[in-house]
């Protein structure tokens, strides 16, 4: 980047140098011209207070050292003086530009370009009281010739300032990027002095950079908390079975430790299952394809297979519900409604009841789970979506839990684009809502 800067920096410094050298040459000439035709005109009119047939040869002499050419015409264009040529061999005079514009306005003035000789020839004329033409000519290199002949100083010059713009392109390229570099090694710092063009860059690289440290640590005690929960049933799994295996168990307890590494397989099951559904729904993250999926139905049948197992905690389990349709998948949605359900037996209490609706609103559709279960308290609303986060641990692994249910339900939640809402009350109950948006 800072080589292209400084190329681009030398570039246009060139450029510009050229140009404004030219342009200088351009005014400079014009302004010599201009000055050449005063002299003229100043020498014309000396010449014209003369008598030129008094001419002496020393003051020939001065004219001509002054590469100066004078001429005398008369009204009809003849010649009939001229300091360097015999007039005898001079044509009418009389179509010349000068002479033509003096006859008309009293004084006139050309120039001529000897592309051959690479001069050019000025002229002024003015029309001496007799009618006769005074007319003064200098001879003068051209533009072109000017320029070919301070060709090498101009290239000297050049090179002079190619290499001031290459030190001072180096210096400034260095000047712009070194808060660059900067920012680049310092990224966590907070920034002073940074560009105003570069803030939204800096905010979003320092808010993916977060990101990256964030999900690195969720990461990271992601697979610490799985160790954790897969030594524990496993622990009891082997411990059990080689306490079988030593043969000195007796049948009553040989049945009981077969029923534990029972549960702790089961659990188990339930924990590896959570797992990979979690790390299936990382993986598809942003990139699940989403169809029309009956909601009421779905709810309807979730809630008619988890009849018995509200039974069995002694939980009311009743829905209402109307046609709702919303664009999600179809295992997502079981998966949901499961989750929530389940959450709202598990933590409930005897005799308490969960009630499941879906509706269609005005601009979004809702799936409501309310239960007057334990509740959670304020402090625990956040963080009960995190993995592995349980309120009270005992009771969640009691009734089967991994720790991930709603883990699961925020990961899908996402997916399908629906936002979800927690009130709860601490002994009172817990109603979570699901907005699926139109
Ligand atoms: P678990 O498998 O432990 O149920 P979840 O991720 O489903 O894990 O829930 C996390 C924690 O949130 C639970 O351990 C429980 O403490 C709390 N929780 C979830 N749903 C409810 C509810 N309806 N009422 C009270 N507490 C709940």
Redesign the pocket.
């Known amino acids: 980047m800072s080589k292209r800067i400084k190329i681009i920096l030398v570039g246009i410094a060139e450029f510009a140098t050229i140009l404004a050298m030219l342009s200088a040459s351009i005014i400079f000439y014009q302004g010599f011209e201009a000055q050449v035709y005063e002299d003229l005109r100043v020498m014309a009119y000396l010449f014209a207070e003369l008598d030129y047939t008094e001419i002496t040869e020393e003051g020939e002499n001065d004219f001509m050292k002054n590469k100066l050419r004078i001429s005398v015409i008369s009204k009809e264009g003849s010649v009939i003086y001229d300091n360097q040529m015999p007039i005898e061999e001079m044509n009418n005079h009389k179509n010349r530009e000068e002479i033509r514009e003096a006859k008309e306005k009293g004084e006139g003035k050309a120039a001529r370009k000897s592309e051959t000789l690479g001069s050019r020839t000025y002229y002024y004329a003015i029309q001496m009281k007799d009618g006769d033409i005074v007319r003064v000519a200098k001879k003068t290199s051209t533009f072109g010739m000017v320029f070919y002949q301070y060709c090498p100083f101009l290239i000297i010059i050049l090179l002079g300032l190619v290499f001031i713009c290459l030190i001072l392109g180096h210096y400034f390229t260095k000047k712009l990027v070194e808060p660059i570099e900067h920012l680049a090694n310092h990224l966590e710092e907070e920034q002073k002095g940074i560009y105003p063009e570069l803030i939204p860059f800096v905010t979003r690289i320092k808010a993916q950079h977060e990101d990256i440290i964030k999900s690195a640590r969720m990461r990271q005690d992601f697979t610490a908390n799985v160790s954790h929960e897969l030594k524990t049933p496993l622990t009891s799994i082997s411990g059990y079975s080689e306490l079988i295996e030593s043969g000195m168990v007796s049948s009553e307890d040989t049945q009981r430790f077969a029923k534990e590494i029972h549960k702790n397989s089961s659990r188990l099951l339930t924990l590896i299952n959570d797992i990979i559904r979690l790390s299936e729904l990382d993986a598809t993250e942003d990139n699940c394809t989403l169809e029309k999926v009956n909601l009421y139905e779905v709810t309807r049948s979730c809630v008619e297979m988890l009849q018995l197992n509200a039974k069995k905690h002694n939980v009311t389990l009743t829905f209402w519900g109307e046609h709702c349709e919303v664009m999600a998948s179809k295992e997502m949605i079981e998966e949901l409604v499961y ?1 929530l359900c389940d ?2 037996i ?2 409930n209490k005897i005799d308490g009841d969960v009630h499941v609706a879906v509706k269609n609103m005005v601009d979004h559709v809702l799936l409501s789970v309310s ?1 007057t ?4 308290s304020e402090n625990q609303k956040e963080r ?1 979506f995190e993995r592995f ?4 641990k005992s009771r ?1 692994k009691s009734t089967g ?7 699961i339900v925020k990961h899908i939640v996402s997916q399908v684009h629906a936002n979800i809402k927690l009130e ?1 009350e601490l002994g009172k109950g ?1 109603k979570i809502e699901v907005t699926f948006l139109l």
């Open positions: 989750n959450n709202a598990r933590y239960d279960g334990i509740g959670i009960i986060y349980r309120v009270d969640s839990g991994t720790g991930l249910g709603l883990a709860s817990t």
